[in-house]
């Protein structure tokens, strides 16, 4: 911390943006398709995500709970905020395709 005096304020269009780019990285997906909405509670920030998810070999459900712990962690050290509730609601899924063998 420092000894000048005065505050930081983050603007709220600011830690929606940072937060919707960090979906976007941890799901997989384009950011153009991701929404994300933070609301204060108290000391701490609960994000909505909605987005589509890329498909590896899990299911799901694994690839986004692996994700949504991801996006914590990112939007946590991005943003310096305390992270509380994480709703995410997936929209799509895209499996990459496999070449096939001749």
């Excluded at 911390?1 to 929606?16: C, E, K, N, S």
């Excluded at 919707?20 to 384009?30: I, K, M, Q, S, Y």
Aim: charged share 25%.
């Amino acid at each position: 911390m420092t000894d000048v005096p005065g505050a930081i304020t983050i603007a709220p269009r600011a830690l929606r943006a940072t937060v919707r780019a960090a979906a976007a990285e941890a799901f997989g997906a384009p950011r153009a398709d991701v929404r994300a909405d933070v609301v204060e509670r108290g000391p701490s920030l609960d994000l909505r995500i909605t987005t589509p998810i890329g498909l590896g070999d899990e299911t799901v459900l694994a690839a986004a709970e692996r994700a949504r712990r991801q996006l914590l962690e990112r939007a946590g050290t991005l943003t310096g905020a305390t992270l509380g509730a994480c709703e995410v609601r997936i929209t799509g899924c895209s499996v990459p395709e496999r070449s096939r063998v001749r």
